[in-house]
């Protein structure tokens, strides 16, 4: 059992002002496992005053400074590798596979980040100007529960890889996690008040965050909703914002695809994360002609990622983070039937295996026209949608008729086919015949996935401003 009573403000893990008690669950087993006392606004405060008298240092220190600053940061976080590992399986039941990858992925992306500052020059020209990148201030950094770890060493990698400091509102659901990388953040020795973090909830913490005027930069991983009011409050101080927000992400099977290898891959990238990732393939368009095709080797597949025990190393599909999760995505099974669309697979209620656990079936609609709530809405579960599509000019058409536009799939026999296809499609991120990930290109999504980018050398500007210093020369 956690119990969790601490937050980390100016270098130093303090008793929160706040006093509300928070219960973290497994969701496998719906057991209570431990227990968080939440900050509040007044910690916030703190937190960003600590930010603020840090930056002042912080911001004049060399770029060799903060790549060894950030290399320690890699090295504390990495040792923590298989204790994130266990956070990760418990507090929100990823499957093994994915857990691992989550778990490496933390230090990785420390990794990534002083890697891209080695190479970064800090000075260019313009003309005869010089341009100078300075760093922004303080950055309010929000996450997700749904790769907390990860997203709080992203984050706070660019932050310092740019010269920012940083005041972190971690994820209220995913506590293990933070305290597992404050823990390893505060044995790298950064200078005190560089990295706060106050884990609280986000309609008192995170919204002063995004409203205080110290606060110069918000970074922001989370639902649409939550970014929208975010951007709405930032605008009262102009706080520059990077939003990583929703999807409902295309995986355009174009009609010379090779069935065996396009619909594991479409599963693989409908399912991911448990369906609860926002990069998720989940609208799958299919030639009219090669449906039934489509739909055989669907059925054949799906035995094979069966949803369960997510320390089974069969199991390809953990339950949903919260039993509220688990309401919504059956919500959305139920009207998905009431609007017409025809189960292939999976339906409401748990799988036959799981009496306990916010367990979903793996469920695949088709049938599905894109204007049903299922193809339009983000559904955060293991719920796809197979769209039938005459040509490749309709296909494009219903790839691009979403209010989302963050990640993208083509799958084709033909790859400069499926290139001039994916150069079409109105998405931050294109993966032709692939699921890699590529920490070195910009991520992040275009129409309402999202504003800026993360990872990389754009992912670290997003935390600076260019100055142009005239007759200096
Ligand atoms: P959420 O938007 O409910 O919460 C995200 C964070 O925002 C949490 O820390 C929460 O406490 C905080 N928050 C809530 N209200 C706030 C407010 N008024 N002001 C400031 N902060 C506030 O999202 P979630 O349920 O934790 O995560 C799932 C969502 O995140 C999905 O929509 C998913 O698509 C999205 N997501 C996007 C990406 C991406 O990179 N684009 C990655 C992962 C998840």
Known sequence: MEHIDKIYIDGAFVTPHGEEWFELFNPATEAVIGKVRLADAEDARRAIAAARRAFAS????????????LERMHDAVAAREDEL?????????????????MAKYAAGTIAEAAKVLRAYDFTRRAGTAEVVMQALGVAGLITPWNSNGGFICGKLAAAIAAGCTAVIKPSEMSAIQTRIVTEALHEAGLPAGVFNIVTGRGETVGAEISAHPDVAKISFTGSTAVGKTILRTGAETLKRVTLELGGKSPMLILDDADFAEAVPLALQAGFMNSGQACIAGTR???????????????????????????????????????????????RYIRIGIDEGARLIAGGEGRPDNAQRGWFVKPTVFS?????MTIAREEIFGPVLSIIAYRDTEEALAIANDTSYGLQAYVVSADAARARSVAARIDAGRVLVNTLAHEPAAPFGGFKQSGIGREHGTFGLEAFMEPKSLLGVN
Do not use: C, H
Not at 91 to 101: F, L, N
Not at 299 to 324: F, Y
Not at 367 to 371: F, G, L, S, Y
């Open 58 to 69: 912080f911001s004049l220190t060399s770029k060799e400074e903060r790549i060894a600053l």
């Open 85 to 101: 590992f266990e956070a990760i399986v418990d507090e929100y039941g990823a499957p093994t596979s994915r857990a691992r990858w």
């Open 284 to 330: 799958i368009l299919v030639p009219q002609s090669r449906v039934a095709e489509f739909e055989d080797r669907v059925r054949d597949e799906i035995v094979r990622m069966p949803a369960g025990d997510p320390r089974d190393p069969l199991t390809q599909i953990g339950p949903m983070v919260s039993r509220k999760q688990w309401e919504r995505v059956q």
């Open 367 to 371: 049938d599905v026209r894109n204007d």
